[in-house]
Each structure stands twice: as structure tokens, then as C-alpha cells.
């Protein structure tokens, strides 16, 4: 039919207009979420002075550059951004309405994001004020949940029993549980370092270690100490003091004290544990779950308790056997070195003995064949060549909260630019030690164009060598941030270490990890012959190591399954039904991955992960049809990008054609 003249001008009018009423609002939804994630047209509360309003960097509003932190001012900002929360409800309330409960939640993230980088700051920056000013705004979180009360109630939001806005008030009390949990451990090992006045009992410490002692003392209580007469302050979180020392009373007392951490009359875990385990099972129940292992494995691979406790038992007696095998070498061994009592508390010392005696090579002479630039450079080429991924180091004038953290953009094959990385390398005063972990210091919005930016903290010493356990600590946090980078989404069955575990086994490939070594003073790479007797030497005892993580797993699906069960019972049970020995101790109460909402009920997955890596790094070097860079293109689109699939479980399926890991592959790397 043909259209006068009229009525095609009528008919362009009304498109126009369609588009231009779409585009208004279109812009007004935009702006309205802008406003709602930044608060970037908002009224500002009395008392939120301009100077808190936003770090350019993260573009995190109500917090100030790095280099303007102080305690005080990031109370303020904190408070500050309380306020908006509570005025940016009654703002949006209209527009609130008209959405979903889902968009409710975004009108919290700020604070929220606001209140975890503060408590992550907490750990890479540690000081007393700072601390105080963490556990006052954890507590701001308890307001949270009135908030969220008023938000539905007020705004009439039509929610479920399981919609997630429903529990986040019991997410929110978890956080500061989790939170206490946390704080007790830290003033509880405050409370049980010690100081050595007796110059016998740090015989056979490295000089560099006294020297950080006699340092420790000198802060602990203001006292003159001096590396070579003391006193010194020894640590109880750590076991350094007791490979080397040769007093086998400081031994005892140092093992003693660890088994108190979070355990203390003053700290103790135990009711948090209980309280934890209770709101887990009621998040459970909200959720439509009997117990919460079933609510937490139900979208992931194992699917259920009873493959989970399959895969554990299928892996437990054999670690047993090789961890007495392991106890009985060494408590033969000691012997030897005058020691006629052999107790659990010299493990360390022995097995430290043991390998120098037996070992072709030693830590130092391992190290001179690892130069902290050159490794990082080579894996950051590797990380390219492998991922197409390429870090390069910001060249600005850029801030940051300490001296030492380095700054790097990260780009796609097509120079695309992806995120950016603060790099925590070394340990220094203020920040908790012997802990390696990678976190968002800003989230990404696609819709706002925001890129991520995230913070890996790593504990490297200061020498300017690396170990082997430096190296793959780095290449497992890399791990994790290329999968947060190159995801487009969430992986339904939450296998946050599979990737990195991949990445991690890199390590174990002995060509590879030859390629990152260059002699610091004659750029030689590693002999083969000495690689082969360091990589002996690294895995002495990792039968121990194993059985470690394997109780703790069955612990943790244990803990959650009967909440009626006082936690203590659970624990000797375990012991009994698996004939655990003496020297896997427990540390419940200092072992925060059971109270994080991640891993709770979850811990086996590290295990799991492993075994789904090895078996991948096994169909990488596999030989047949497929080239190492078809292999690694396959594995970033599948593993890490998760495209055309739903799950780490059908990446690993599509790629090794098995529906489950074969923990052969694990107990195979640990020469069981």
C-alpha cells in the first residue's frame, strides 16, 4: 500500500519523537544509577567537608586521595558516606520504587565498598587509630540492616522469602562477626608475642632474623635492644623461630602459645564460631536448604556433601599413611642431632635439619637464581605470551597509601585498556604478615565505563631474590585477577580457584619455571640437574601439607552439617573417625576461611581446584593434534572468559572430556 505524503511525514515525526523520549529517558534512568552507585548529585550532610568527598583514583566518593589517609579523616569520610546512604534513600525513594529490590542494593554499595576498603586498608597498613577507626565502621554495618528494614517496608517491594535483599541484613551481621572473628586473632597474637632475654635460646637464628626481632622488641615496649645481646621479640603466628632455634624449651613454648591464637581467655572464637555456624544455617533455611553445604554446593560441580565427602575420604588415608611415614623419618632423624625426646614442637627444627643434611642445594643458593625484577618481568612476558594479556608499569607520578606498592595498567592483545593493579610486594612495618591475597580496590561498571582496580598483596622479604613459594604465590594471585579481568561473568558453580590454581601450576613445570631463573650475578639460567634436587627439596614432607588441607575440609563440610553439635565434638570426632595424627594440629579458632561467606562449608574446593588444574595443565602439554597456543587460546576463552559456558565445570568438561577431577593427578604431585 502506498503512503501519502501526510502520512510519511506524520510517521517520521512520531519516530522522531520516539527517540527523542527515549533518550530523555534513557538519560534519566543513567543518571539516576550514576547518582545512586557515586552520589554525583546528591546534597552534601552538614559535617562531609569537600576534602572527603572523593579519591580520583578508585573514584570512591566520601574517601580522599591515598597520600591525605589519615585515621581521622577516613572516620569522617566514613561517616560521611553513612549519611549519604540514609539521604540517598529518601532522595531515590521514588526511583527506588519503580525498580527492582535488586537496584535497592546498589544504593548501599558505596558504603559498603567504602567500609571493605577501609578494613583491607586495615591490613596493608596497619596502626592502632586505624584499627579503631575499622572496627567503628564494621560497626556502622549493624545500621545497615535498619536500613534495608525501612527500604522495603517504605517502598512496599514485593520480596520473596529467598530474594537476596531478604538476607543481607544476616550478610551484613556475618561481615561483622567475621570481622570480630578476625580482630581476635589479631590481639590475641598481640597479646601472646614474648620477648627472649636468654642469648641460648636464639642460637641458630640468621642474623637477619635477630636483627628484625631485636627491631619488633625495640617497638613492643620502648626498650633498648640490639640484634647481637637483645632482648628480642618472638612472634607466635609464624614458624620461623622454630625451624632455626636450637632451644627446644622456646620451641615448646612458641607451639603452645600458636594453639592459643583466637583461643585465648581474653580472645577467644569459640561463641563466634558457634554464632557464625547458626547464621550460616539460617541463611541456609531463607534460601529453601536443609543445611548450608547443601545450600553452598548446590550450583557447583560436586553438587552435594556426598561427593564432596567421597573426593575427601577417597584422598584422607592415603595422607595419613604418607604423613606418619613422614613423622617417623623425622622423629628417627632426631635422634641423630641429640634430641631424645622428639615432640610435636620440633617438627619445624628437625625437618629443617633434615633437609640441609640431605639437600644438594640450599635456600640461598636456590634464590641467587631468582632476582625479584627479572622474575617479575619474565612472568608478566609469560602471562603475555600465554594469556595475551600484557602489565605494564605505571610511569606517573601515581598515588598510593605506602612507599614500595607499584602501580601497573593492564591491556588486551588490542591494547585495550582492561584494569589496573596495585602491587604489594615486600613486608614492612604495619602490614599483616605471612598472608598473600587479592582484593577490589574499585569494582567495574561497564555501564559507567569504570574499570577495576585491584590490590595484590604479596609477602615477599627484602631480599632481592625470590623462592619457589614467592613465585607461585605471585603466579596464583595473577591467577585470580586475570580471571576477574577477563570474565564477562560469574561462574554459576563459584570455582574461584581453579583458575588460579592453573595459573600457580605453571610453577611446577620444570622448563618453565627454569625460563624465569637468571643468576643475579652471572645471568645463567638454572641447571636442570640443580632445578631437579631444589623441586625434591620443596616437596620434602608435602605429604603433612596435604593431610593439613584435606582435615580441614572435612572439618569444614562437618561444622555446617549438624550446627546442633557444639564445634569442639566435631573436631575430636574427626580426629578419631581418621585416625588424624598428633602433629596435624587444629587452629580452629585462627583459621578464618571456615567464617567467610565464600568458603565456608567450601574449604575443599582448594583441594578440588588443584585437582581440576593438575588434570588441565596435564591436557596442556598432552601430546597430539592441538598446539600449546591453540590449548591456551582454548582455555582463556573457556577457563577465564567463560565464554559460551555457564561454569568452571563445563570449561574443565569441554576441555578434558570428564565430568569430575581425578584426584590421582593430586595425590601424584604429592608423591603419594
Not at 579503631?132 to 520480596?159: C, F, G, H, R, S
Not at 606498592?405 to 592483545?413: A, G, I, K, P, Q
Amino acid at each position: 500500500m502506498k503512503l501519502s505524503l501526510v502520512t510519511r511525514f506524520l510517521l517520521i515525526f512520531i519516530a522522531i519523537g520516539g527517540v527523542y523520549f527515549s533518550c530523555i529517558l534513557f538519560g534519566k534512568v543513567k543518571k539516576n544509577l550514576r547518582c545512586a552507585l557515586q552520589y554525583d548529585e546528591l546534597l552534601i550532610p552538614k559535617g562531609c567537608h569537600s576534602e572527603f568527598l572523593e579519591n580520583p583514583v578508585l573514584r570512591l566518593n566520601c574517601l580522599p586521595e591515598f597520600s591525605k589517609f589519615t585515621p581521622n579523616n577516613l572516620h569522617s569520610a566514613v561517616v560521611c558516606r553513612f549519611k549519604l546512604v540514609t539521604l540517598n534513600f529518601n532522595v531515590n525513594r521514588n526511583h527506588l520504587a519503580e525498580a527492582n529490590a535488586n537496584y535497592t542494593l546498589f544504593t548501599l554499595y558505596p558504603f559498603i565498598a567504602s567500609r571493605d576498603f577501609i578494613i583491607n586498608l586495615n591490613k596493608v597498613n596497619m596502626s592502632e587509630p586505624l584499627q579503631t577507626v575499622a572496627t567503628e565502621v564494621n560497626n556502622l554495618m549493624k545500621d545497615l540492616t535498619v536500613i534495608i528494614q525501612n527500604m522495603t517496608q517504605l517502598l512496599d517491594l514485593n520480596i520473596s522469602k529467598t530474594d537476596d535483599i531478604n538476607i543481607f541484613p544476616l550478610l551484613a551481621q556475618q561481615q561483622i562477626l567475621s570481622h570480630e572473628y578476625m580482630e581476635n586473632i589479631r590481639l590475641s597474637k598481640k597479646e601472646l608475642q614474648f620477648l627472649v632475654f636468654n642469648k641460648s635460646d636464639v642460637y641458630g637464628l640468621p642474623k637477619n632474623m635477630l636483627k628484625e626481632m631485636s627491631r619488633n622488641a625495640k617497638e613492643f615496649q620502648n626498650i633498648s635492644s640490639s640484634p647481637e645481646n637483645g632482648p628480642w621479640l618472638v612472634s607466635v603466628d609464624t614458624v620461623d623461630v622454630q625451624r632455626y632455634s636450637n632451644s627446644s624449651t622456646l620451641r615448646k613454648k612458641i607451639h603452645e602459645r600458636r594453639l592459643q591464637i583466637g583461643c585465648s581467655k581474653s580472645y577467644n572464637n569459640s561463641n563466634l564460631i558457634e554464632e557464625i555456624r547458626g547464621l550460616f544455617q539460617r541463611i541456609a533455611e531463607l534460601k529453601g536448604f536443609k543445611n548450608f553445604p547443601q545450600y553452598q554446593l548446590h550450583d557447583t560441580m560436586a553438587k552435594n556433601h556426598s561427593t564432596v565427602e567421597r573426593f575427601l575420604e577417597n584422598l584422607v588415608s592415603r595422607a595419613v599413611v604418607k604423613a606418619n611415614e613422614e613423622y617417623s623419618i623425622l622423629k628417627n632423624f632426631s635422634k641423630t642431632i641429640g634430641i631424645e625426646n622428639f615432640q610435636v614442637s620440633d617438627i619445624y627444627y628437625v625437618g629443617t635439619k633434615y633437609i640441609l643434611k640431605f639437600a644438594k642445594i640450599n635456600n640461598t643458593e636456590i634464590r641467587e637464581y631468582f632476582p625479584r625484577q627479572h622474575v617479575l618481568n619474565k612472568i608478566f612476558k609469560f602471562i603475555e605470551k600465554t594469556f595475551g594479556i600484557t602489565m605494564k608499569r605505571d610511569s606517573t607520578n601515581y598515588d598510593t597509601y605506602a612507599s614500595g606498592v607499584e602501580l601497573y595498567n593492564v591491556f588486551d592483545r588490542d591494547n585495550e585498556y582492561l584494569a589496573s593493579i596495585y602491587f604489594d610486594f615486600l613486608k614492612r612495618k604495619g602490614k599483616i604478615s605471612n598472608k598473600v591475597w587479592t582484593t577490589l580496590f574499585r569494582q567495574s561498571f561497564t555501564y559507567l565505563n569504570i574499570k577495576p582496580i585491584f590490590l595484590v598483596v604479596l609477602d615477599f622479604d627484602l631480599e632481592n631474590t625470590l623462592s619457589f613459594d614467592m613465585i607461585s604465590s605471585l603466579l596464583h594471585e595473577l591467577g585470580h585477577v586475570l580471571q576477574a579481568i577477563l570474565s564477562k561473568q560469574i561462574s554459576d558453580d563459584n570455582s574461584l580457584e581453579f583458575p588460579s590454581m592453573f595459573v600457580e601450576h605453571f610453577s611446577s613445570n620444570i622448563e618453565i619455571l627454569r625460563s624465569f631463573s637468571s643468576h643475579y650475578a652471572t645471568g645463567e639460567l638454572m641447571p636442570r640437574s640443580k632445578l631437579d634436587d631444589a623441586l625434591k627439596r620443596k616437596k620434602a614432607f608435602d605429604g603433612t601439607m596435604l593431610l593439613i588441607v584435606i582435615y580441614r575440609g572435612i572439618i569444614d563440610q562437618k561444622m555446617y552439617l549438624n550446627v546442633n553439635k557444639p564445634w569442639s565434638d566435631i573436631v575430636a570426632d574427626v580426629r578419631t573417625r581418621y585416625n588424624i595424627p598428633e602433629h596435624v594440629t587444629d587452629e580452629i579458632c585462627n583459621f578464618e576461611k571456615f567464617t567467610s561467606m565464600n568458603y565456608a562449608a567450601k574449604y575443599y574446593t582448594y583441594l578440588w581446584n588443584e585437582a581440576l588444574a593438575l588434570e588441565l595443565q596435564a591436557f596442556l602439554y598432552k601430546d597430539d593434534d592441538l598446539s600449546f597456543n591453540e590449548k591456551t587460546t582454548s582455555i582463556r576463552k573457556l577457563v577465564f572468559e567463560l565464554k559460551n559456558v555457564t561454569s568452571g565445570a563445563e570449561a574443565f568438561k569441554l576441555l578434558t572430556g570428564n565430568n569430575f577431577p581425578d584426584e590421582n593427578y593430586l595425590l601424584e604431585y604429592y608423591g603419594i
